[in-house]
Antibody, heavy 120, light 113 residues
Framework: EVQLVESGGGLVQPGGSLRLSCAAS????????MSWVRQAPGKGPEWVAN????????YYVDSVKGRFTISRDNGKNSLYLQMNSLRVEDTAVYYC?????????????WGPGTLVTVSS | DIVMTQSPDSLAVSLGERATINCKSS????????????LAWYQQKPGQPPKLLIY???TRESGVPDRFSGSGSGRDFTLTISSLQAEDVAIYYC?????????FGQGTKVEIK
């Protein structure tokens, strides 16, 4: 069974930084693209970023380009999201999600999520 | 970016009755080279992450009850719950994976009448 467990969320001030982690198990992590998706309170999901199997291709939604960095460690079956220059509008539950073997795919499954709150 | 617009925003349906949710994309999500629609549907219950129901616009994910069906092509899509059950109360989202960034609809909340 695929399991994805996020960690690293919390309360941070505007302009601050946070690093999210995701521990993956139950599948061959190195065979799949992986994504981060976020969901602001009461809103629909928003895809944030994804990363290729070998880590050499990455894509971001425009609103986080230059501020967020996605990375992975296939030896540790782990996915990361480094978030810098955080803004109030980045407040959301952040989900780690398994992508397909291609960059454009449905997203499934999703982890339970970790809450990031950006507030002074 | 492709904008996904769902209708209605919410609907209340009696148990055992049909629920229909529409999703319209701002541009086609039909890839002509393989004739596939890059459209998925998700169900989200309170406090849980979204769960995949349908991909390729009409292919049910393994384990999803057959009362859920997807249809449509190009820019217009529909998710139908043929006989609403109490456990189907949730918010439903469509999502296009035709191009980056992959985008979601705003959601349709389904309740029991």
């Amino acid at each position: 069974e695929v399991q994805l467990v996020e960690s690293g969320g919390g309360l941070v001030q505007p302009g601050g930084s946070l690093r999210l982690s995701c521990a993956a198990s139950g599948f061959t992590f190195s065979n799949y693209w992986m994504s981060w998706v976020r969901q602001a309170p009461g809103k629909g999901p928003e895809w944030v970023a994804n990363i290729k199997q070998d880590g050499n291709e990455k894509y971001y939604v425009d609103s986080v380009k230059g501020r967020f960095t996605i990375s992975r460690d296939n030896g540790k079956n782990s996915l990361y999201l480094q978030m810098n220059s955080l803004r109030v509008e980045d407040t959301a539950v952040y989900y780690c999600a398994k992508d397909g073997d291609m960059p454009l795919n449905w997203i499934d499954p999703w982890g339970p999520g970790t809450l990031v709150t950006v507030s002074s | 970016d492709i904008v996904m617009t769902q209708s209605p925003d919410s609907l209340a349906v009696s148990l055992g009755e049909r629920a229909t949710i529409n999703c319209k994309s701002s541009q086609t999500v039909l890839y002509s080279s393989n004739n596939k629609n890059y459209l998925a549907w998700y169900q989200q219950k309170p406090g849980q992450p979204p769960k995949l129901l349908i991909y390729w616009a009409s292919t049910r994910e393994s384990g999803v009850p057959d009362r859920f069906s997807g249809s449509g092509s190009g820019r217009d899509f529909t998710l139908t719950i043929s006989s609403l059950q109490a456990e189907d109360v949730a918010i439903y989202y469509c999502q296009q994976y035709y191009t980056t960034p992959r985008t979601f609809g705003q959601g349709t909340k389904v309740e029991i009448k």
